[in-house]
Structures are given as structure tokens and as C-alpha cells.
């Protein structure tokens, strides 16, 4: 079976959408492209209306016998997909789903037995490393593209090919023992499950062995790895560090309830040269009020000295942050407490949302306030956090920074990522994979530029 993948929303759906491909293609089935492929799997998001929205046009246009609706939309919502024509809806990709899509086509042109493609990887494995072999052999030959994809230029990257990158992704647990009132996706993934520690280091090791030199480790709240059982984030981060190899690891997001904790663990393991010095920690609101609204457990306040504790252990840490406007009984006030924590913190990175009601959730049941006012509010943060963006990436001009070269640009270009985890944009020809210094020789709020100075 010729397959392709389809993937939107968060990081953890991309690591499930590779681990389905890797499933897939040990059991023989070839990822294609989207005109060649027998099965079309769209790995769907729920987490917004508006993304509901632009999955189920992509939806009606893949619409067919080819067509499997995977993810947290056909878990949470299936009777939003109801209209459409398909040959299978599954709920999270993971092995067990990959093994359900097999079965779904079990007559398909192309076949597969798993033996054949069992001794296609041998071979590849025991042939002498070429030039393409880091690229081809980094567990991204897998027919794997994001949704944000779609409608690019037909000379940009697509999904047609494999992704020119080193990065790979490790989901660590699934589901949350999170009550946010606004959420759907507790619904579509259920509560918390963290993956054993001997399996999440063979996933490192199978990854690593295949070339990958980034390691995004990826859960709806990475922090509460091990809750369900007696294992921690921190600890799991040291056993990884201890793996044999040239490469760094980014933690995934994370919620200030279940970092606290573990606080201090946290900061000595990203000590380790091998720990990008950069965490993704939800603030949501400033206001105490909406976040007891919110079902959010914890304050403005635990916020803000997380943040300072960080910054204090680690002066170089690289902070990203989401803000959710116009959430119902957010006043005028409220939001002002939002831009001052803003302020306060200084974070490199804000992803805004719009309160976006969710069927079934208790925030549905609230007021939901004019869209203009959730648009004026997510103007009036956008600029701010852009302003303190660029001022943050302003100080890095003239600096001679060490960076990981992850990914192929464009126009020659590639990308790399600092120890921080800043996005640099690197002249000069590095090769992929490859650590650096690059003299940093200008920015902008969303990344920096500059040429290569090979180590």
C-alpha cells in the first residue's frame, strides 16, 4: 500500500503521525505522494473551530474512497466529519491505528508483506552512508506533511518529498489530568498515560541510529510525564542525556501546576549541553480571576516566579508562552493584567488565540464576548510581544552564537537553532547536521541571520 500523511496541529500530532509511518512502513507499506498514494490519512486537530473549519474544507477536497480521518477531530467530534465521504475514521495515530489503516485496504496495488520492506531497510542500513543518507535515513522518508503545508508555492517543500531535516519526535505520554473548562482535547485523548522509560529510549535510539540530531520530546504537558506512575520529566531527561551521540533535546510544552513540582530537578537537567535551553510554559491569562475560570491551577503570580527562576538558573533561556483573549467574563481589566505579566516576563514568543468555544466543554456554556473585541485584544498583545521579540533578537546581532544546523532554507539557505533554541537563518553552505558558529548579523522578531563559522 502507497500511503501519504496529512498533519495538523500541535507537536505531538506530528510525533504521532511518524510513529504511524514508521508502523506502516515496517509492516511494508511505501509512503507516496499525494497524487500516487492508496490511502490519503489526514491526522486531524479539534482545537479550535476555525482550525474545524480548514480541516473540513481539506477534508471535502480529499474526500473519497482513498480517504482515512484520523486524530483528535474524528475522536472528539466524528459527527463533524459525518457528511463526508471516507473509507475509515480511526482516533489517534499510533501503531494500533497504523495496524486498523492496514487493514482498511487490504487489497491495494502496491501490496506489502512486511518481509519485503524488513530487507529493503536492512540493505539501506548495512550500504556505506552517502551524502543524502543523514536526510533519507532520519526517520523522514515518511510521507508525513504538515497542514500548514497546503497552498505553498509548487517549488517549496509540500510533502511530495522527504523533509530536508534532522528532526525527530518522541511523544512521551498521551492525554491530561488537566480541568481546563475551554479544552476538547481531554475528550479525544483521554487521561494521562506516560510511555515506559525503556520505550521512549529505544524510540531515542532508533532515531538517532537513523541520523536524526534533534530530539523534540512531545505530550499535551511534558511536565506531567511519569504522574501516572513513578517516573519524572527530570529523570527521563537525564537517561537520555546519558545516550551515546552528538545531538539535543527540546522539551515540549508544559503547565506551570505540573512544573512547579519539579522545578529545580528541571533546571539541573537542562544544565546538560545536550538540553536546549528553551521551554514552552502556558501563561493563558494574567488575571487570577479567568484562570480559576479557566480551570487553570495556578496563579499570575506562580506564573511569574516560574519564569524568574528560570531566568535566574539559566540566564540565556530562551521562554515561549500562549495567551488566550477574549475568553468569556475577560473585562478590560483582565486583560490589562495579561499585558502587564507580558511585560513583566519578557517572554521571546506569544501564541495568541481567540476564545474559541468547544462543544461540550463547561466554557461553552458561558457568554461568548463580540469577535471584534477578541480581534482587538489579539492585535494590541501581537504587537507587544513582537516589540519585545524584536528587541530580544535585536541584543544577538554582532554575537557569535553555537547552533545546530536542523534544516534545509531556502535560496540556499539553512536553518539552525542556537543553544537557546533561537531560529538562525544560516549563509555560508553547513552542512545539515553539522555544529556551528554563526556570527549573527542581523534579526527581525522572529528569527536571526547570519553566516556560518564552521567548527
Known sequence: MKFYIETFGCTSNFGNSQEAARALQEMGHVPASLEEAEAVIVNTCAVTEKTERKIL??????QGDRLVVAGCLSAALPG??????????????NRDAAAKIAGLFPFSESGGTGNDANKSISQKSANSPDDNDAEKDAGKDTGVVTGEDIGKDPGEDTGKHPRNDLCGIINIAEGCNGGCSYCIVRRARGRLKSKSLQCIIDEARTLLDSGAK?????????????NDCELSLPALVRELCALPGDFMLRLGMMNPD????????TIEAMHSPKVYRFLHIPLQSGSNKILKSMGRRYSAQDFAEIAGELRSALPDISLNTDAIVGFPGEEDADFLQTMDLVRQVQPDKVNITKFSSRPGTPAARLYDMPDRIKKDRSRVLTRLWLQIAAKNNECMVGRTLRALVVECGRSGTMKARSESYLGIVVHGNPALGSVIRVRIAASNPYYLTGWADHL
Open 80 to 93: 463533524s466529519i459525518g457528511e463526508i465521504s471516507y473509507r475509515g475514521m480511526v482516533g489517534p495515530l
Open 258 to 265: 505540573t512544573l512547579q513540582p519539579v522545578l529545580a530537578e
Open 214 to 226: 534533534e530530539i523534540q520530546l512531545a505530550a499535551q504537558d511534558t511536565a506531567s510525564y511519569g
Open 57 to 62: 474544507h481539506r477534508l471535502r477536497l480529499l
